[in-house]
């Protein structure tokens, strides 16, 4: 998904029918986190038939954080979503949500809801994503509505664009995937702030261990692993 070319969104866990409404939540998912799971359900209840957990090779604002490897990411996300018959999981060539928007559209062949927080909100019309800041806000708003939930810290603000509340739980907000680094790295209890079956990937790979050398090898092989990959599929 990393090549050049065109916007592309690919499925690698559920189903996406033909046509339906649905929704995207995009992230690094740095791990999902129970508050990602919280906000997909309340997409659901809103009415979304299908919702598209989508990840990119590299997210915005997140080329710095070193782990987990964004395969054992995926791989935790299609975990959790596995039991879920509306959930899909997704990668995406591009980073930038209007492209995976576009990209989603274009295989449902209707309008797209963006499940986002009021911090993704904000930054959804942050000039500075944007060659052309005008224009994305256009195509935005030609393809997608917004779903927004609260994020602590991040006070709701007028938007150029279609948007309505999205209700989740009181202890939605509050609950970061910093959070659940922060915890792994103590070696504190997960089960509170990411999925049961995340907590024990959590455990088993050290992912966020205080330690990074154990999972720096781990994330290494890997990547050699995808190397091998591309080059069979050259």
Known sequence: MAAAGPPRLEVVGGTLPPAG?????AGSF????????????????AGQE??????????????????A??????????AWARRLPWAVVAVSSHPL????????ARRTGGEV?????????AQLVDPRYYQDPGRAIERLDRTASLLVA???????????????????????????STEARAAAARGEPLDRLVPSVVAAAIRRTRA???DPAPYLARARQLDELLAVARSAGD
């Open 69 to 78: 490897h964004p395969v054992d990411r995926l791989d935790w996300v299609r």
């Open 21 to 25: 409404r649905a929704a995207l939540l």
């Open 150 to 176: 609260e994020r602590a810290g991040y006070p709701a603000t007028a938007l150029p664009l279609r948007a309505e509340p999205l209700p989740t739980p009181g202890w939605t907000p509050a609950r970061s």
């Open 30 to 45: 740095n791990p999902i986190t129970r508050a990602h799971a919280a906000l997909a359900a309340a997409g659901h209840r």
């Open 208 to 210: 966020y261990d205080d």
């Open 50 to 67: 299908r919702i598209v957990l989508a990840m990119a090779p590299v997210s915005l604002d997140k080329e710095g954080v070193e782990r």
């Open 113 to 121: 809801a963006l499940l986002v927080g009021t911090d993704k909100a």
């Open 97 to 104: 949500l209007v492209d995976m928007a576009e990209a989603l």
